[in-house]
């Protein structure tokens, strides 16, 4: 499958730095985008969703869509040790599933 | 915070058995899923299920796989005559759709590891 595409990584950032981290997608009728965090031996957890395009922040985390370019980022900004993490995004589907990407595994050294 | 409880946690299986993942969704939530991973791979969909039968299913769930709500707690993946290459991590997830489901997402359990010997 091949609708939404994400660098696999390994990013490994220091500690206080701006992580960058993107996808782009193929299905210019998705609507949904998410971001999810994974650590290891664990679930998916749901970090922050967009609708459309636009910006969206929550503490030091911020989601972008650029729908005209079918890409999606997510920014951390000062990056702590406990962020490090697999960052999966994903869209929903109209039968409200979820596409993940590959994932992108994510150090943040002290 | 609620939770989605999976058991077990890890189960280890020979080539040809069946086997039964289960799952506890939270208890307010309506709509039921199953993903996988393959290790190193994407997080890839399976079934969801409302309302007491399957609402849509990808190529991957075939005739070798089947979900159960057989209470009104438990929501059980169906792995019949396993093969090497269902070794897997397979994640439960439930959503609320009272709550909007595009706006909370899902809410993934911790998964269990599926290994095929």
């Known amino acids: 499958q091949k609708e939404v595409e994400q660098d696999p990584g390994p990013l490994s950032v220091p500690e206080g730095a701006i992580v960058s981290l993107n996808c782009t997608y193929s299905?210019?009728?998705?609507?949904?985008f998410m971001w999810y965090r994974q650590y290891s031996r664990k679930g998916p957890e749901l970090l922050m969703y967009t609708y459309s395009s636009g910006n969206k922040e929550d503490g030091r985390f911020t989601a972008q869509v650029d729908k005209s370019s079918k890409y999606i980022s997510l920014f951390i900004r000062d990056s702590q040790p406990s962020d490090s993490a697999t960052y999966l995004c994903?869209?929903?589907?109209?039968?409200?599933?979820?596409?993940f990407g590959t994932g992108t595994r994510l150090t943040v050294i002290p | 915070e609620p939770e989605v409880t999976q058991t077990p946690s890890h189960q280890v299986t020979q080539m040809g058995q069946e086997v039964i993942l289960r799952c506890v969704p939270i208890s307010n939530h309506l709509y039921f899923y199953w993903y996988r991973q393959i290790l190193g791979q994407k997080v890839e969909f399976l079934v969801s299920f409302y309302n007491n039968e399957i609402s849509e299913k990808s190529e991957i769930f075939d005739d070798q796989f089947s979900v159960e709500r057989p209470d009104g707690s438990n929501f059980t993946l169906k792995i019949r005559s396993t093969k090497l290459e269902d070794s897997a991590m397979y994640f439960c997830a439930s959503s609320d759709p009272g709550q909007g489901r595009f706006n909370y997402g899902y809410t993934f359990g911790s998964g269990t590891r599926l290994t095929v010997v």
């Open positions: 994903a869209i929903v589907t109209g039968a409200n599933n979820l596409f």
């Open positions: 299905n210019s009728a998705f609507q949904y």
